[in-house]
């Protein structure tokens, strides 16, 4: 007997205001706008059910229905401010389109991750049998050789000392969350609002499609990948 797939909702979260980058989720990228590359990668993962766009911003809504998505609400003003966390933004969405076993939060400032980085992120979390999978890129400073300092100014280790040894190549390696997405059973994130959870996993994504856009800096070096990219692919 064969279980049916489960349903995945894909989320993505592009509200009008942006204070560092204004129009940020429709400035084209590479000839697109911004929002278009999540939605792509979401409309060609096997592992996606449905790909809604939460937004607040009608040009918003109408880049992402251009570009494939639906975009079946406009988001309340109140989850639409600097202060709306993003666990209350999934959640309204999940309210609004119900009915999936699990969610990936996508957020348009990641528009190097792909398809299959998706596919594989949802094939190890099944495989593991876990509540979530989350991408993740390996930290290039180790937190074991980091230090706090009290009033005066003293350094101290902000861990104890690592039992394997204190030299570079000893240190374990470890992760930083990169936004690029988050997947979730449905029933744990609602019953728990976070997005990592004990039972999640990181799926590890290369640092050339770990780029997250915040200011005009990040989206030239994210064009320059894509340039680079399409170069490698050319030849």
């Not at 979260?13 to 560092?20: E, I, L, N, V």
Request: proline fraction near 8%.
């Amino acid at each position: 007997m064969t279980h049916a797939a489960p349903s995945v909702l894909a989320v993505i979260t592009a509200r009008g205001g942006s204070k560092d980058l204004p129009g940020k989720n429709i400035r084209h990228l590479a000839g697109r706008p911004l929002i278009a590359w999540s939605i792509e990668a979401a409309l060609g993962a096997s592992c996606i059910s449905r790909v809604i766009v939460s937004t607040d911003a009608p040009e918003i809504a109408e880049a992402a229905l251009a570009a494939g998505a639906e975009v079946p609400f406009l988001r309340p003003a109140d989850l639409a401010t600097d202060g709306a966390g993003s666990a209350d933004v999934v959640a309204h969405a999940l309210g609004q389109c119900p009915g999936h076993d699990v969610f990936v939060l996508l957020q348009p400032t990641s528009p190097l991750r792909n398809a299959d980085d998706l596919d594989q992120a949802f094939g190890r979390m099944q495989a593991a049998g876990a509540d979530g999978c989350v991408s993740v890129s390996e930290a290039e400073q180790s937190p074991w050789l980091m230090y706090v300092t009290d009033g005066p100014g003293f350094l101290n280790s902000l861990l104890p000392p690592w039992p394997g040894g204190m030299r570079r190549q000893d240190l374990p390696p470890v992760y930083l969350l990169n936004g690029a997405f988050y997947f979730m059973r449905t029933d744990v994130f609602l019953r728990d609002r976070k997005f990592v959870t004990p039972r999640c996993i990181g799926h590890q994504l290369p640092q050339s499609r770990a780029v997250d856009i915040d200011t005009l800096a990040d989206f030239e070096r994210a064009e320059a990948r894509l340039a680079t990219m399409h170069q490698g692919a050319a030849q």
